[in-house]
């Protein structure tokens, strides 16, 4: 069983900036596809960005050039910078991992609002 914990959520005003981590409990961590995914009330979860084992990313258009995703795999954790932050980004952000044989794991979510 992999576990995935978030952090780093929290309330942060229009144009701020927060950094969401995922530590993955489980080991072969480099070889795991990692995204961040959001879910607004009312709304159905969508994408936000992915990497891949080999360091390939995959934006929403909606958040290009404002988020970064990265992974540092000596600590099996994936990394979600936030710039510029506006309303429409409140959300719960989770974690996901994708294993090559096919499973996924989800994180438990972490509250991000974007609000004056």
């Known amino acids: 069983q992999v576990q995935l914990v978030e952090s780093g959520g929290g309330l942060v005003q229009p144009e701020g900036s927060l950094r969401l981590s995922c530590v993955v409990s489980?080991?072969?961590?480099?070889?795991?596809?990692m995204g961040w995914y959001r879910q607004a009330p009312g709304k159905q979860r969508e994408l936000v960005v992915t990497?891949?084992?080999?360091?390939?990313?995959n934006y929403a258009d909606s958040v290009k050039g404002r988020f970064t995703i990265s992974r540092d795999n000596a600590k099996n954790t994936v990394y979600l910078q936030m710039n510029s932050l506006k309303p429409e980004d409140t959300a719960v952000y989770y974690c996901?991992?994708?294993?090559?044989?096919?499973?996924?794991?989800w994180g438990q979510g972490t509250q991000v609002t974007v609000s004056s």
């Open positions: 996901k991992v994708s294993t090559p044989w096919g499973t996924e794991y």
């Open positions: 489980r080991r072969l961590f480099n070889i795991y596809t």
């Open positions: 990497i891949n084992s080999g360091g390939s990313t």
